[in-house]
């Protein structure tokens, strides 16, 4: 059975720190991986979408990667700002396309001012 | 593209009334989509396949008399929280992929806040 584990759960930091979230995940036979943001009370908004068969993805101050061997992806978070404060959360797809998203807990980021 | 609505955003409803929510894909046709439940500081958790023209296919655990699930249309999956109680006051999510589209990924609706008194 699949599982994402995502480490820590919980982050605080400085405005303008460059950071890392972790992503681990069991089964390495994944489709893809996704990293989104959930802001309190509200759906998630996708960040990067990496395909089993991709190294890493870039948006912005955003940088995901993926080592699915390992079975690790890392979301890298440069300059930091308080909007960025939010929860992350990794999930992969196994299989074949068009199965369910496994989610791991989240990391809930705060960035002070 | 690929934008999903989902419908309404927060509900309060007594206890053994029933409430229906809504997910729509708004600019593609979504054979299936999903329903995720999230309990507070939570992760997602998922609930069941929602598969236009056939039965869903729930998860181990949901009760599927309990949580009704129809795909009518190649755009709109609907969850009917049956005789609610407030053990079922949750945030309710559903996704879709727009399969034929360039972006491989799964777009989420806004949530359904539901509390049950």
């Known amino acids: 059975k699949q599982e994402v584990t995502q480490i820590p759960a919980a982050l605080s930091v400085p405005e303008g720190e460059n950071l890392v979230l972790n992503c681990s995940f069991t089964?390495?036979?994944?489709?893809?991986l996704q990293w989104f943001r959930q802001d309190p009370g509200k759906g998630l908004t996708s960040l990067l979408l990496?395909?089993?068969?991709?190294r890493e993805q870039t948006s912005g101050r955003l940088n995901a990667s993926l080592d699915k061997s390992s079975g690790r992806s890392t979301l890298y978070i440069a300059a930091s700002q308080p909007g960025d404060s939010a929860t992350y959360l990794c999930?992969?797809?196994?299989?074949?396309?068009?199965?369910?998203?496994?989610f791991g807990k989240g990391t809930t980021l705060s960035v002070s001012s | 593209g690929a934008v999903v609505s989902q419908h309404p955003s927060w509900v309060i409803c007594k206890s053994g009334t029933s409430v229906k929510i809504e997910c729509r894909s708004l600019?593609?046709?979504?054979?299936?989509m999903f329903w995720y439940r999230q309990f507070p500081k939570k992760s997602l958790m998922l609930m069941a396949t929602?598969?236009?023209?056939?039965?869903?296919?729930?998860e181990q655990g949901v009760e599927k008399d309990k949580f009704l699930i129809n795909h009518a249309s190649l755009t709109l999956s609907t969850l009917t929280v049956t005789s609610a109680h407030p053990e079922d006051s949750s945030f309710y999510i559903c996704?879709?992929?727009?399969?034929?589209?360039?972006?491989?990924?799964?777009?989420f609706g806004s949530g359904t806040r539901l509390t049950v008194v």
């Open positions: 996704s879709a992929r727009d399969v034929n589209g360039f972006y491989d990924g799964y777009t």
């Open positions: 089964d390495s036979a994944i489709y893809n």
């Open positions: 990496i395909q089993s068969s991709q």
């Open positions: 999930a992969v797809t196994i299989g074949q396309a068009g199965t369910a998203l496994i």
């Open positions: 600019d593609f046709q979504a054979t299936t």
């Open positions: 929602s598969n236009e023209g056939s039965k869903a296919t729930y």
